[in-house]
Nanobody, 124 residues
Framework: VQLQASGGGLVQAGDSLRLSCAAS????????MGWFRQAPGKEREFVAS????????NNADSVKGRFTISRDNAKNTVYLQMNLLRPEDTALYYC??????????????????WGQGTLVTVSS
């Protein structure tokens, strides 16, 4: 599967953004999908994941109540709705696909395929 992330940009603290990740060349519904982010000088960290059907989700504590992951299997796309953005949310955001994992999959090694990353910058 190939992944293409989009939707990043420069926003102010408190604003919202919606990231999208479109999949191609594979059966999208076979994959658990996840969003990760990587700030400058830091390791890539888990943000959110969603089950193959979309019925189960898992969020990092740092984004609970602010970010929502969703997917549309008919459109082969996973989304990350980000509200109440903070400067500490500034990072490159990556979508990943896991063929064997579940919504419990919170580590980079559990995801086999990655998009190219989309930059989110939140100013104070």
């Amino acid at each position: 599967v190939q992944l293409q992330a989009s939707g990043g940009g420069l926003v102010q603290a408190g604003d919202s953004l919606r990231l999208s990740c479109a999949a191609s060349e594979g059966t999208f519904s076979n994959y658990v999908m996840g969003w990760f982010r990587q700030a400058p000088g830091k390791e890539r960290e888990f943000v959110a994941s969603i089950s193959r059907s979309g019925g189960a989700k898992n969020n990092a504590d740092s984004v609970k109540g602010r970010f929502t992951i969703s997917r549309d299997n008919a459109k082969n796309t996973v989304y990350l709705q980000m509200n109440l953005l903070r400067p500490e949310d500034t990072a490159l955001y990556y979508c990943g696909a896991s063929p064997r994992g579940g919504t419990w999959s919170r580590t980079v090694s559990e995801y086999d395929y990655w998009g190219q990353g989309t930059l989110v910058t939140v100013s104070s």
